[in-house]
């Protein structure tokens, strides 16, 4: 079951907002189009479900998948304000003549899959915005669908309800088996429900890859830009070697850069204090947090911020110290 998207365009009028975008999704996969406001992602989905035709390219649904079993979620959830809970969840049921026990039936394990027993006779306008999003995904899943297109499904919802939502997302795919496509510029759900992210900047796709491999090797400085979570040192390329400020550490360098470069340093990279060698830094500001200091150092008039570090003592603003940071850091070509 899946969906291989290959290539697609789309323009609106001259302007062209999706460029030669190509992705796919398997059975049991959370896709999530990530990505800033206006590149694309609603559009995309838009096409996946046939309500736009791309300009180039093709979808094509493998498996299980189909046009039919294929349902979007809206962000604004689009309940029908003059049906009940239990109404709104049986609509598409109804639409489709299923038998009445049948509907009932299955409206009542939806009702109970998402905990909205006692509420079947309210209308939306009565609910809550969690319990709205709870029936807005009952009236998709109830359908059985095989592909799931949720547009920011969770931006209206607060932090505590929005991890609800995702520990039924989890539940539900387990439970019912579909692979999802999610629109996300939220990066911490997209880095929790992801199986693969899809980056796009710029009206094309920068990266297609799981979390742990976005984090750990970004594409490219938009890329990098984006999940905004890393310090650019530009210090000297030779090899698998690389040199700031005078000290030297091992590095990826996929690119085989040589001479100018800039060392990706993550915000979380586990530094230490040493007394020989190390990088020399200058502490510049602290700021505590409960799960650790945030510091940021200036190495030789480059900013470096190192966040959660367990440094053994406390640093002083105004003090130097000398670093060592791990081997591995991932190259960039300079900007
Ligand atoms: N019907 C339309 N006619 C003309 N332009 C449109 C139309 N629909 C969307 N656009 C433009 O296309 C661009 C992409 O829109 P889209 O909604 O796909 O982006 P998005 O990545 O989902 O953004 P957001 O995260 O803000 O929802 C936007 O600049 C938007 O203004």
Redesign the pocket.
């Known amino acids: 079951m899946g969906l291989n998207v290959k290539n697609i365009s789309y323009r609106?009028?001259k302007?062209e907002?999706v460029n030669d975008v190509s992705f796919s999704v398997g059975e049991d996969e959370i896709i999530t189009l990530f990505?800033p406001?206006?590149?694309?992602?609603?559009?995309i989905l838009k096409m996946i479900v046939g309500m736009l035709t791309p300009q180039t390219g093709t979808i094509e649904f493998t498996g299980e998948s189909t046009p039919e079993n294929t349902l979007l979620v809206f962000q604004d959830y689009l309940l029908f304000p003059h049906m009940t809970v239990a109404e709104n969840i049986a609509f598409g049921l109804k639409m489709r003549h299923v038998a009445r026990t049948e509907v009932t039936q299955r409206v009542q394990e939806m009702v109970a899959e998402f905990q909205l027993g006692g509420l079947e006779k309210q209308y939306p306008a009565q609910l809550s915005g969690g319990q709205q999003q709870r029936v807005a995904l009952a009236r998709a899943i109830i359908l059985r669908p095989k592909l799931l297109l949720l547009d920011?499904p969770f931006s209206s919802l607060d932090s505590n309800l929005r991890q609800q939502m995702y520990e039924y997302l989890r539940r539900l795919q387990a439970h019912y088996h579909f692979g999802v496509i999610m629109?996300s510029?939220d990066q911490q759900e997209t880095f929790l429900l992801s199986t693969r992210v899809v980056v796009l900047a710029n009206q094309r796709v920068q990266q297609v890859a799981s979390p742990q491999e976005l984090y750990a090797h970004p594409a490219n400085r938009t890329v990098a830009d984006f999940l905004g979570s890393f310090n650019y040192l530009t210090g000297e390329a030779n090899g698998e070697s690389f040199e700031v400020a005078g000290y030297q550490l091992s590095v990826a360098n996929p690119d085989q850069l040589q001479g100018p470069a800039t060392l990706l340093v993550p915000f979380l990279t586990p530094a230490a204090l040493t007394t020989h060698g190390g990088l020399r830094a200058t502490v510049r500001q602290v700021h505590w947090q409960p799960a650790g200091p945030t510091v940021i150092f200036d190495v030789a008039g480059q900013e470096l911020k190192l966040r959660q570090t367990s440094f053994l003592r406390p640093l002083e603003v105004g003090e130097q110290v000398r670093l060592t940071l791990p081997a591995g850091g991932q190259l960039l070509p300079c900007q």
Do not use: L
């Open positions: 609106y009028g302007r907002i990505g406001s206006g590149v694309g992602k609603t559009t920011e629109v510029h």
